[in-house]
């Protein structure tokens, strides 16, 4: 028995010719979908990329406990638990947050891997020299990353030395080398269609349209404040990185068909979450409330147990699954505290593994959908606190925690699934803030789009009862309880939820006591402002913005001058002023 699984990045549902999309030329998905199991109802549950990635490790939700970073000494690796019980694992992929400070503990838990460089601002190419970078619509907002994605470029000048083209190229050389070997799994991980958007011509082809603005395939994550054709524009260019993923999915299952690995190779095919191109006037992930285009993901699994092919599931089902499916496929033992089910009860007998899906990205609102219902649960404060992280292993995405962050932190007892380790609690904060948006709710039968936030009090007190359940089920600490309003995790009633309501009004009306006015608007971006900065150093933000509107003479309080006035505050500022200026985004 063997298995290969082709996971995508940002890889959106909605756009595949499987889910119902009509124009994106993707012929070897509904080929796949012809030969597999297609989930309806699949979802994401922590977000975005590495959190994703850990819970393929895990079988474990993570984003209640802990942000972005590595697998912890206390983790059950699905990969490494394959190799300790005789399933030869390798890994091939383009994705450099790997090999990060954030991720750098998931490829070694693999027999063997393979890394192919270049994505996204890979710190790849050595060049002093600034690169030939074409102006573009949203400006050079992404500093280094957006520089070295021009360095790396140039070193891509046709298909064969594109990232994606030598990643499968270096799959398929694994399944080809071991096509008669028995036990062992491939990931063949494509960093792709992740933006930039970045594709060899005869992919934009396929895609023909009038535009004459600037270059823009990468657009930076917030509103969007760009004109319709630029939008059109960039939807082609992510439907023409999706065609190219598709071409080299059509090179596995020409594999598959060559060597008749049918009858004894699980496949499964899959990607971490979606992205906004513009709906809801959004551009992105992690930023904005988790909206469907972003956590109702695609799936397609075939099991040579069962062999059910051109056929499809509604059985609500998640990313947490996916590490439970592949130890059960080899016989290995399933831990105790993975909290996946295994999908070949639901390929083989229908099987409904659970009634409801959590999900969400550390500090964000925490979701929940019964497949039905799609609840978004915001905090009860502006702070967006008490919240904290988690760990043995301090390491943000691209750098350590900073000495500042560690400070703080304390030694917290073990929790339910730490195997009696101790961890670090550290004081968490985010730049976005889910507390600006509120509580939403949505009929996913009636507004699939989610164009309709519905107020239902019964709904939604039986929503926040089922999203407590879950919580204490995945061993969420108490502070994120508290956090939500949800007390120390006891039952919500109607009467708690419209008090709620009336005190979340009374923090949209800011007075300093200096006689100032606000607008909605600049109320919303001064809570924002807030958000990166330490819970220990806000009263002395507030007390310095209020001698810096004195000291200006300001009456009349705009976006404008909370951006003015965090330029004084460094590394710390800068995170300010994006939060900023995320927001002010938000309000146009």
Aim: hydrophobic share 35%; net charge negative; glycine share 6%.
């Amino acid at each position: 028995m063997k298995a290969v699984m082709v996971m995508f990045d940002s890889l959106n549902r909605h756009m595949l010719p499987a889910y119902g999309c009509d124009w994106v030329q993707a012929p070897n998905f509904e080929r796949l979908a012809e030969r597999s199991v297609t989930f309806d109802r699949c979802y994401a549950g922590s977000l975005p990329c590495v959190p994703a990635r850990r819970e393929l490790h895990t079988g474990r939700y993570n984003f209640l406990h802990r942000s972005w970073g590595p697998l912890e000494p206390f983790d059950d690796s699905m990969p490494e638990l394959l190799k300790n019980n005789g399933v030869y694992t390798h890994l091939v992929t383009d994705h450099t947050h790997y090999f990060e400070d954030g991720g750098a503990t998931y490829h070694a838990r693999y027999n063997t891997w393979e890394f192919v460089r270049g994505q996204e601002g890979d710190h790849w190419k050595g060049q002093v020299k600034d690169p030939v970078i074409p102006e573009s619509v949203n400006g050079a907002k992404m500093g280094d990353l957006w520089r070295q994605d021009w360095v790396n470029r140039q070193y891509m000048d046709t298909e064969s030395k594109h990232p994606l083209a030598r990643t499968f190229r270096q799959g398929l050389e694994f399944i080809e080398s071991n096509k008669d070997e028995d036990r062992w799994f491939l990931q063949l991980e494509a960093f792709d269609p992740h933006e930039p958007f970045f594709t060899p011509d005869k992919y934009k082809d396929f895609y023909p349209h009038a535009y004459e603005g600037r270059h823009f395939d990468w657009p930076d994550y917030g509103k969007v404040t760009e004109q319709p054709e630029e939008v059109r524009h960039v939807i082609y260019e992510y439907a023409s990185l999706v065609t190219m993923c598709d071409a080299y999915l059509g090179k596995v299952l020409d594999a598959f068909d060559r060597y008749n690995l049918w009858e004894d190779t699980l496949l499964i095919v899959n990607t971490d979450h979606g992205f906004l191109l513009g709906e809801k006037q959004w551009w992105g992930k992690n930023v904005q409330p988790f909206y469907n285009e972003i956590v109702h993901l695609p799936l397609f699994v075939w099991d040579p147990r069962h062999k059910k092919r051109n056929v499809r599931t509604d059985a609500l089902v998640q990313t947490i699954d996916l590490a439970p499916t592949l130890l059960d496929f080899f016989d290995v033992k399933i831990p105790e505290k993975m909290q996946g089910q295994p999908l070949g009860p639901v390929i083989g007998a229908g099987a409904e593994i659970r009634e409801a899906a959590l999900f969400g990205i550390h500090g964000g609102h925490v979701n929940v959908t019964d497949g039905r219902y799609f609840y978004m649960r915001a905090p009860i404060h502006p702070d967006n606190a008490p919240l904290y992280e988690y760990t043995l292993m301090p390491a943000h995405m691209h750098k350590l925690f900073g000495v500042e962050e560690l400070q703080t932190m304390e030694l917290a007892e073990p929790l339910p699934f730490t195997k009696g380790c101790k961890v670090l609690q550290i004081e968490a904060s985010t730049v976005f803030n889910p507390f600006l948006y509120g509580h939403m709710l949505f009929d996913l039968e009636k507004d699939p789009s989610q164009q309709t936030n519905l107020q239902d009090d019964a709904l939604e007190v039986q929503l926040s009862n089922l999203m407590i359940r879950l919580m204490k089920e995945s061993d969420a600490p108490a502070e994120q309880f508290a956090r939500l309003g949800f007390g120390e995790g006891e039952e919500i009633t109607g009467e708690k939820l419209k008090r709620q309501a009336k005190e979340r009004e009374q923090w949209f009306r800011i007075d300093l006591g200096i006689g100032e006015t606000w607008t909605p608007e600049a109320a919303m971006a001064y809570l924002a402002m807030f958000r990166p900065v330490p819970l220990a150093r806000r009263s002395f933000v507030k007390e310095s913005f209020i001698h810096y509107l004195k000291q200006e003479q300001i009456k009349d309080i705009t976006e404008q001058h909370m951006i003015l006035f965090t330029e004084q505050f460094g590394p710390l500022g800068k995170s300010m002023q994006r939060a900023v200026r995320m927001f002010a985004k938000q309000s146009n």
